[in-house]
Antibody, heavy 120, light 106 residues
Framework: QVQLQESGPGLVKPSQTLSLTCTVS??????????WSWIRQPAGKGLEWIGR???????NYNPSLKSRVTISVDTSKNQFSLKLSSVTAADTAVYYC????????????WGQGTLVTVSS | AIQLTQSPSSLSASVGDRVTITCRAS??????LAWYQQKPGKAPKLLIYDASSLESGVPSRFSGSGSGTDFTLTISSLQPEDFATYYCQQFNNYPGFGGGTKVEIK
């Protein structure tokens, strides 16, 4: 069973870039079987899909965040990463990595989530 | 973008109650709807996909129905471990989630 673990700074200053990594275990990110996604959730609020990457490197982003988001994959480390630039307090949230199997639209596996706070 | 509207946003119920949560899509999405359960401090957990297919390992007291624009998640007999927030999710160009329904103890 695939397991996901997010990591990265828990505190980011306004206007800076948020950077997170999701480490995959129990499966290969090179398998070509999944889309690798980032989803976030502000405290007490709902879920927002940020974007996804495929093994080939092809990406798709939420239009509302597209100008600030970059998702990349490092197959040698079995990791994929999120960069969100020009952050504000509104980007404070729990960030999850999650995967959906090719051909599916729903998310089968999720990481435990990591809280990122944007504050000076 | 297709919007998902869940109702109610919260409800209070007792153990043993039958609970129904509704998710309405702003456009028809056939049966491409999933339901998740989220407990405090935890990641969402997939319960149902394709509107009515039960994910492996999910108790049979959970069921889903609907197609097109109107969907329901039903818990036939609420158990203590079912108190949580429930989200519906669709995919149209990109994934989108409903606003959530918090099921609280009465």
């Amino acid at each position: 069973q695939v397991q996901l673990q997010e990591s990265g700074p828990g505190l980011v200053k306004p206007s800076q870039t948020l950077s997170l990594t999701c480490t995959v275990s129990g499966g290969s990110i090179s398998s070509g079987s999944y889309y690798w996604s980032w989803i976030r959730q502000p405290a007490g609020k709902g879920l927002e899909w940020i974007g996804r990457i495929y093994t080939s490197g092809s990406t798709n982003y939420n239009p509302s965040l597209k100008s600030r988001v970059t998702i990349s994959v490092d197959t040698s480390k079995n990791q994929f990463s999120l960069k969100l630039s020009s952050v504000t307090a509104a980007d404070t949230a729990v960030y999850y990595c999650a995967i959906r199997e090719l051909g599916n639209y729903y998310f089968d596996y999720w990481g435990q989530g990591t809280l990122v706070t944007v504050s000076s | 973008a297709i919007q998902l509207t869940q109702s109610p946003s919260s409800l209070s119920a007792s153990v043993g109650d039958r609970v129904t949560i509704t998710c309405r899509a702003s456009q028809g999405i056939s049966s491409a709807l999933a339901w998740y359960q989220q407990k405090p401090g935890k990641a969402p957990k997939l319960l149902i996909y394709d509107a009515s297919s039960l994910e492996s390992g999910v108790p049979s007291r959970f069921s889903g129905s609907g197609s097109g624009t109107d969907f329901t998640l039903t818990i036939s007999s609420l158990q203590p471990e079912d108190f949580a927030t429930y989200y519906c999710q669709q995919f149209n160009n990109y994934p989108g989630f409903g606003g959530g329904t918090k099921v609280e103890i009465k």
